[in-house]
């Protein structure tokens, strides 16, 4: 034991003198290693956080909603077929709402994109949501501040409003919002609600934190315009369990509010969150796939480099290696000592790209959020190592093998 400890902790002086004789080499060495580690863990952690993003954003929606539109998020009808569908009204709303019987909340939704302001402040773009007091039943929202607009407030059209946690703290960043007036497309609401934060940037404009909430009738009253637009219908099951069986009478209750003969096709769809989830993971994987591309194809580069760079080595210390081996090394001494320089040269760099990933995450944190794994520094390390080991493989047995005559002959 202590003859393979003291072998190895001479390789690793070797090793170390033969990298610091040669510092320019070693970090162009480093390059292909540094840029693979790098890419591979700023890849991991910005998957990493977008994915928690993303999940902690649609479980604010309900993973057990469904929502009867007149249009399908992903879908392979063509659009104008869609397009060509009667909107669904409130009428069909009401009706629906008295003829179904197992979901546990339904609501009716329409938006409409206005610009919110409060005195001089003002944001640009915001879904404003329009629904009744059922709204917040089909939804897992939480409540920094305030309340959601009751019945009475839906029922009487009054001009209230719930925000969202960035549009508070754009328009009210030092003070409370509630019981403030905003202005929603030149109209004028009473905050009643803030809503906490729910975290979701890959929904975009669909991210409860970046919208506002208000009776349905509202909409209608002020926004002339959505009278004539679809509603969606948002229904939520009882149960997770009970999602396949709430969907199919959605669908044959929609069917049956609508007039629909048996031989008939659906002219509306039923969305669930599947589809995102779907959608979502097909993105990612493109990504996921692209980013090991370019990992692998520089870690390729990086080993080739490392194993020419050590052929060149073990030629210019084959005196050395002769030396070694006439006094009495053995051939997994010399063995070793290469494949810890090879490998030393690797950790090094993949130690470089670590901190170069960290440091570019922090940085990428401020546009999308980003999620520092301990299994993405163990990759990093575990990348490095093995590259080392794989490219230092052939010149370290092409020193071990070496006949020492011959060796100490070699000009």
Known sequence: MRTILFEFKEGMMIALRAIASNKIRAMLTMLGI???????VTMSTAIKGIDNSFQ???????SDVLYIDKWAWFSNVEWWKMRNRKNITMEEFEKFKTLAKLPSAVAPVINTVQTIKYLERRVENVFVNGSNTDYVKTTNFTFAEG??????????SRQVAVIGSEIAKKLFPNISPID??????????RVVGVLAEQGSFILGPWNPDNQVYVPIGTIFKNFASNRFRSITINVRASSPAMVEETKAEAEGVMRKVRGLSYDQMNDFSINQQEGLQENYNSVVGVIQIAGLFITGLSLFVGAIGIMNIMFVSVKERTKEIGLRKAIGAKRRTILAQFLLESSMICLVGGFAGLLSAVLLSMLINQFIPTSIQIGSVILGIGISLLTGIISGIAPAYTAAKMDPVEALRYE
């Open 56 to 62: 902690q954003g649609i479980s604010s929606l309900g």
């Open 34 to 40: 540094f840029i693979g580690v790098t890419v591979v």
């Open 180 to 189: 403030r007036t905003i202005k929603i497309g030149g109209e004028n609401y």
């Open 147 to 156: 309340r959601f607009y009751s019945e009475i407030e839906s029922n009487a």
